[in-house]
């Protein structure tokens, strides 16, 4: 299996995390390639609980290097208290890469969030405010910070210069004190110090990975519905979410995947604001919130739940070109006397059976349900999907018809061990790229 991509099915928070740091145990190289630390992978394994937000959660697989590409919204402060963290608990942090391309989440980016969100009111978004999106306006506005900018003490100040005098226009026009260029300069030196030993070209890394064969994960954040271009459009973050985010994302030419792994979770979950047709705003909502603990691993903040939307999910598949999937928190199902799954949406009575793009259609949207018995046994000690429970077996292969997609995983618990592999991800004889 030399390069898999794994993503998001829905809107993010679907356990890639997991799937990543299990698959990686067999990888040679791990690959973050867009979104910044308002993404959070919680991990659970023999070394601890770990919520990453930057580092690769391939950073527990003995040997593996982990490279935050140049897709990635780097917030400095927070990727050194990460690596600080990690290695406190005895992780090696010697096989961390980060782009020397990859913009540089600054404190103003920080501000600004908070300041536009607050601006909009009654129609803001729901970002982790987090600076993300301010961030990617100066990458596309060309007056973005790039780490290796932070290495050059000459390029720093010219560049940093221009962006402070643009930055306090916008925070007097807040009513808000201007950016010192002087302390923020020193702020940028100190912290590049502590991981510059880390930066380097990954494109050249990760191209070099894969003209030798070896294995590259590459892990994506948030979820496919949160897509700038694709997604809940404007309720989506600031990145590209889907498998082709990678191209750009981490400097990769065209045909170097062998796999789409699309990550579904066994049923539908989203934070934030923004239409979501199959949300449960009544005690079965709560019921399985509480059963998953569903709370953000970044923000804290209760996730929104829902039965699975396999409308969502097929139209996350098609733009994804997904060759395999994983089903996660199948167990928190384990109890329910009955499961249902979205299979299409009515608007004003009249069906649907495609994701609509319209925002205001996609408000009106009522989920039409299929209804399927539940299974009423526990499986999170289970390892092989023929002595899964003969319900639980048939709402897997539901999913399957109706998003598209094999599920070649399911995981039945937080940790690497509970997980079934169902069929290998992909069949690729090791050997040199041409592509």
């Known amino acids: 299996m030399p390069s898999i991509i794994v993503v998001g099915a829905h809107w993010g928070d679907e356990g890639k995390g997991k799937i990543v740091d299990m698959v990686a145990q067999k990888a040679d190289m791990v690959v973050r390639y867009a979104g910044g630390d308002n993404a959070g992978h919680t991990v659970i394994n023999n070394h601890g609980k770990f919520g990453l937000h930057l580092v690769p959660s391939g950073i527990f697989a003995k040997g593996v290097i982990c490279v935050i590409a140049n897709g990635v919204a780097v917030n400095l402060e927070s990727l050194a208290k990460e690596v600080d963290s990690l290695e406190k608990s005895g992780i090696d942090m010697s096989r961390l890469r980060i782009s020397d391309k990859a913009h540089v989440v600054l404190p103003y980016h920080i501000q600004l969030d ?6 909009r009111g009654d129609d803001a978004i729901g970002t982790t405010k987090r600076g993300i999106g301010p961030m990617y306006q100066d990458k596309v506005g060309r007056i973005g910070i790039r780490v290796g900018d932070l290495l050059d003490p000459d390029q720093l100040a010219s560049r940093l210069g221009i962006a402070v005098e643009g930055k306090n226009s916008q925070l007097q026009h807040y009513g808000e004190k201007p950016v010192s260029y002087e302390a923020l300069y020193a702020w940028c030196r100190k912290l590049v110090e502590r991981l510059a030993k880390y930066v380097c070209p990954t494109e050249d890394l990760i191209n070099d990975a894969l003209d030798k064969g070896k294995t590259v994960i590459f892990e994506g954040a948030q979820g496919a519905l949160l897509d700038v271009e694709f997604g809940t459009y404007p309720f989506v973050t600031s990145s590209s979410t889907i498998a082709a985010g990678v191209y750009p994302g981490a400097g ?35 019921r399985i919130r509480e059963r998953a603990h569903e709370f953000g691993t970044t923000t804290g903040r209760p996730r929104r739940c829902g039965w699975f939307d396999a409308v969502a999910g097929k139209y996350s598949a098609r733009i994804n070109g997904m060759t395999a999937g994983a089903i996660t928190r199948l167990d928190v199902l384990d109890d329910f006397k009955s499961v249902k799954i979205c299979t299409g949406y009515t608007i004003e009575g009249k069906v649907v059976n495609h994701f609509p793009a319209n925002l205001h259609h996609l408000r009106l949207c009522k989920p039409v349900y299929e209804e399927l018995p539940g299974w009423m046994e526990p499986t999170s000690h289970l390892r092989d999907f023929s002595k899964l429970p003969k319900n639980a077996k048939a709402y897997i292969k539901r999913i399957e018809k109706l998003v598209g997609v ?12 509970e997980t079934i592999e169902v069929a290998p991800l992909v069949t690729v004889k090791k050997g040199k790229r041409k592509g």
Do not use: Q
């Not at 908070?114 to 601006?119: F, N, P, Q, R, V």
């Open 114 to 119: 908070g300041l536009e969100e607050k601006a």
């Open 252 to 286: 990769l030419r065209p045909r170097a995947i062998d796999c789409v792994l699309g990550i579904f979770k066994a049923y539908t979950t989203r934070v934030g604001t923004g239409p979501f047709p199959t949300e449960l705003l009544d005690a079965t909502g709560n």
């Open 406 to 417: 094999p599920m070649k995983l399911i995981s039945i618990g937080p940790r690497r061990e």
